[in-house]
């Protein structure tokens, strides 16, 4: 068995801890926190690519490891999101979105939890066979970075309101299109 502290690993918790470092920042709601928020949330979200090159490039890719970047993944979007909606960050697009935020963070919450449910599925089912890892599709990834900048635009305030509206439409059309790729690729991790 690999080890399970490596760099890539390493790299992936520390995206963990700069999660909670954000919460705590968007919590405080300083004008300084904020801009180190969205600040942090741009470190996290060059780290998420880092971890996989750096896996790829030194031959340390495990299964932990796959699992663990999108666990570390959904700790970033799904908390912050939670925060920012209960801070009022988002109110600056009110009139723009209907039941603004929620369509956008309805669909970003939902294949959050749908992707922890999976992961946990997925190694519930390994106790007893082998049940293979469903590498994240191409749309998924797309769908991260749509969600990240959706989000650093909402934390920062910047660009006219019709922007970050945009982005929050884009996510949702990404989200929903990579929710539906990964699960028509990963649909036997639920039913096998």
């Known amino acids: 068995m690999p080890s399970l502290i ?25 004008t300084t926190g904020i801009i180190w928020a969205g600040s942090l949330l741009l470190v996290a979200w060059g780290s998420d690519g880092l971890d996989g090159f750096l896996a790829r490039r030194l031959k340390q890719q495990t299964l932990f490891g796959s699992l663990f ?3 570390a993944d959904r700790c970033v979007t799904t908390p912050v999101l939670i925060i920012t909606i209960i801070g ?11 039941f603004n935020p929620y369509p956008y963070a309805g669909v970003v919450f939902i294949a959050d939890i749908t992707v922890i449910i999976g992961v946990i599925t997925l190694l519930w089912k390994r106790r007893t ?3 293979n890892f469903p590498p994240p599709t191409q749309i998924a990834r797309i769908s991260y970075s749509v969600n990240m900048v959706t989000l650093v635009l909402g934390v920062w305030g910047v660009g006219p309101n019709a922007l970050l509206v945009t982005f929050m439409y884009l996510s949702i059309i990404v989200t929903v299109l990579a929710f539906y790729t990964y699960m028509k690729k990963a649909s036997y991790v639920f039913t096998s």
């Open 69 to 71: 970047d999108l666990v």
């Open 88 to 98: 009022g960050y988002w109110q600056r697009t009110a009139g723009l979105m209907p």
């Open 129 to 131: 066979r082998t049940v």
């Open 6 to 30: 490596n760099v890539p690993n390493t790299i992936t918790a520390m995206r963990i801890i700069l999660a909670v470092i954000v919460a705590v920042l968007l919590i405080q709601a300083t």
